[in-house]
């Protein structure tokens, strides 16, 4: 194994880095005093060592707000990011195994659907679903879903619009990958369509898709941030990276020094995205595929 | 060329068909409130904003209705047709837009092809950090961090509202960063890429200068990824500016579309939907026209 089939310097960082935060995130929020989560007349507070991100416009502390907030904007981009290299893997495959006419339609469509503003209509989307779907909810008394409707709403329409990259580049490596002569021996041995894309081709995409995933997450994190930051995301008292970033840029003022409610939950989100960023890169380089 | 030119208005009947439908199926009308209207008066309502009837009728009235460029009434501003509030508030956002587009794309070039120039060296790898960054640093948190140093702490730059060029400053730099940093990118994976290949090797070999080597002859070919990625660009920067416009508080078509939104305004909602996808299809036509006269061997 040559240096250049390992992950590099940088990317073992990354890794190292999103570990980390992973870790802080779901262990922090249980290590810090119960009291943190409440509101105190302790406002707008500067860090210290009682508290080190300071406090919110309610007196909570903030770094637990960033832990709690972490873990929904990780757990949105995992499973956005998931959903979202379902249907990128299962639509590519199928275009780039079905002849040209298919094939041709399935990428003009994506094509299409890279310039109209998707977010936009995931935001229409998701508000006229959600009421929906807590209406449903209450009505067959799931309660866990009828306070997270519109978190689980959220994840399936982020996943739902980041799959078109996944998509060209399965397409593209399933039009080599079935010309091969492996692939050619199954067909002349009279293996079906089904059998030879699962047990041939997709096991040949495992790299490049596992690539992708890296690069789709931080989207689905950024996308989740946007939709928060506009109030339009997670709604409290559920709270994400984003959300925490609108309550600090609607704080900013030049009398009150409040300017740690942005720092900090940017900082968070800007080291996760970074890392992310970093690792994608890295296992790019190590497969050698070519970015789009 | 022509196929792709029928295939806009389909496209655009399936944009509204989804819009109309996404806005009118949700539980919940316009016109609900905590206090519950007289049915008389909610009846009158419904048919001033012609949201009765079967909903199949509404949706041709509607259909109706925009092919004669009438995008109806918002139901929120009363007594205001989206035609007019979008032709108050979409001048700013295209100002801002088109600012940021410019700034995205003469950054983005620029520093893309200054990597490329100087393949292995320190100041390569120092512009490919910049760009990692500048990608990582979405716009709602470059916006608030941007006003923090500049608008409060320096006070050099107004922190919000529009009219002065002080005041397009800020947000169309913070519009148009981390695209610049993606079209960097794009630039100089490409533009590594074609200054290994022949014609780049003759030109060298004749003794063009460095200068003229990259900007003159590699920049053309290298330039396609980049020009391709315009349309994917223009809408990420209409729904950016959206964040941007909340942001620096300023009076364009996206605040309009977040209230919208949480108002149930539906005719305005679709109205911002729909010209936003004509304008993203329209500019789409341009590049696909101009990658074509860039690059002659496309034939289709």
């Known amino acids: 194994m040559s240096s250049a089939r390992r992950l590099s310097a940088s990317g073992k960082a990354a890794a190292l880095v999103l570990a980390i935060m992973g870790l802080v995130v779901i262990v922090g929020p249980l290590l810090l005093p119960g009291s943190y989560s409440l509101p105190s007349p302790l406002t707008y507070a500067a860090p210290s060592t009682a508290h080190p991100c300071g406090t919110d416009l309610n007196g909570r502390d903030l770094l637990l707000r960033i832990m709690e907030g972490g873990r929904i904007s990780l757990l949105v981009g995992l499973c956005g990011a998931a959903i979202s290299l379902f249907i990128g893997t299962a639509y590519g495959l199928v275009a780039g195994s079905s002849g040209a006419g298919t094939d041709n339609a399935m990428m003009r469509a994506v094509d299409i659907l890279y310039s109209v503003p998707r977010l936009i209509f995931i935001l229409v989307f998701i508000n006229a679903f959600n009421e929906r779907l807590q209406l449903a909810a209450s009505h067959h008394g799931w309660d866990w879903l009828v306070g997270s409707s519109r978190l689980v709403i959220l994840i399936l329409s982020l996943g739902i619009i980041e799959w078109l990259t996944m998509a060209r580049i399965v397409r593209g490596q399933t039009l080599t990958l079935r010309e091969r002569s492996y692939v050619a021996a199954a067909r002349v041995l009279g293996v079906g369509y089904w059998t030879i894309l699962l047990r041939h081709i997709l096991p040949n995409l495992a790299g490049i898709i596992l690539v992708y995933l890296t690069l789709a997450i931080p989207s689905v994190i950024i996308d989740e941030a946007f939709l928060s930051f506009l109030g339009l995301g997670v709604q409290a008292p559920q709270s994400s990276w984003g959300s925490l970033l609108a309550e600090g840029a609607a704080s900013i003022n030049p009398l009150k020094g409040a300017w740690g409610l942005i720092l900090f939950p940017a900082l968070a989100l800007l080291t996760t995205l970074l890392a992310l960023y970093s690792l994608g890169d890295a296992m790019r380089r190590k497969i050698g595929a070519k970015g789009d | ?300």
């Open chain 2, 1 to 300: 060329m022509l196929r792709r030119l029928a295939s806009l208005p389909v496209v655009l009947v399936c944009v509204v068909t989804i819009t109309f439908f996404l806005i009118r199926l949700s539980p919940g009308g316009p016109f609900d409130s905590e206090r519950k209207l007289p049915a008389a008066i909610e009846k009158q309502l419904l048919a001033k904003y012609k949201l009765d009837g079967p909903i199949v009728t509404q949706y041709t009235s509607y259909l109706k209705d925009l092919l004669h460029g009438d995008l109806r009434l918002s139901t929120k501003y009363r007594n205001r047709s989206v035609n007019e509030i979008l032709a108050q508030t979409l001048p700013v956002t295209l100002t801002l837009g088109v600012t940021a587009l410019l700034i995205a794309i003469t950054i983005g070039i620029w520093l893309g092809a200054f990597a490329a120039a100087r393949p292995g060296t320190l100041a390569e790898f120092g512009a490919l950090a910049v760009m990692l960054l500048a990608i990582s640093l979405p716009s709602f948190v470059l916006g608030p961090l941007l006003i923090l140093i500049f608008s409060i702490k320096l006070a050099w730059l107004p922190v919000g509202g529009w009219g002065t060029p002080a005041q397009l400053l800020l947000p169309s730099l913070t519009l148009a960063l981390p695209y610049a940093a993606v079209i960097a990118r794009l630039l100089h994976d490409s533009l590594r890429e074609t200054l290994l290949e022949d014609f780049v090797r003759t030109a060298r070999a004749k003794g063009l200068s460095e200068r003229v080597v990259v900007y003159r002859h590699a920049l053309r070919v290298a330039i396609l990824p980049v020009v391709s990625y315009l349309g994917p660009l223009t809408a990420n920067l209409l729904t950016g500016s959206i964040v941007v416009e909340t942001i620096f508080h300023i009076p364009g078509a996206g605040g309009f579309f977040v209230n919208s939104i949480l108002n149930r305004d539906g005719f305005l909602l679709g109205g911002v939907v729909i010209v936003y996808c004509v304008l993203l299809m329209l500019f789409n036509l341009l590049v696909d026209l101009s990658y074509r006269f860039l690059d002659r061997r496309i034939r289709a």
